[in-house]
Nanobody, 119 residues
Framework: QVQVVESGGGWVQPGESLNLSCTAS????????MGWYRQAPGKQRELVAR???????NITESVKGRFTISRDNAKNTVYLQMNSLKSEDTAIYYC?????????????WGQGTQVTVSS
């Protein structure tokens, strides 16, 4: 019913930047929140940043000050501006969507976009 697609990943050198985007489409009713998670090989998936419809955000400490999350509610799109990238940021970045419909919230995941930071 709801499709989630990420884009913007790539291979960059330390200190460079990337801007990820994620768009939800399909049978959209109300998107309560959108966020970014990442998972590196051999590690568990972790929250990077999340933003609710009202605009409040939470960002993990390891990226605070370097990453910025924003959204366009009308376009059902969330962005993750990643600056001063480090090798530790290398991971698959997944977009997560909390979708509300008929009094129930359903969680959706995108397929992920690879971010590789190396010299």
């Amino acid at each position: 019913q709801v499709q989630v697609v990420e884009s913007g990943g790539g291979w960059v050198q330390p200190g460079e930047s990337l801007n990820l985007s994620c768009t939800a489409s399909g049978a959209i009713f109300v998107i309560e929140a959108m966020g970014w998670y990442r998972q590196a090989p051999g590690k568990q998936r972790e929250l990077v940043a999340r933003i609710v419809r009202g605009g409040s955000t939470n960002i993990t400490e390891s990226v605070k000050g370097r990453f910025t999350i924003s959204r366009d509610n009308a376009k059902n799109t969330v962005y993750l501006q990643m600056n001063s990238l480090k090798s530790e940021d290398t991971a698959i970045y997944y977009c997560n969507v909390d979708h509300w419909r008929w009094g129930r919230t359903t969680n959706y995941w995108g397929q992920g976009t690879q971010v590789t930071v190396s010299s």
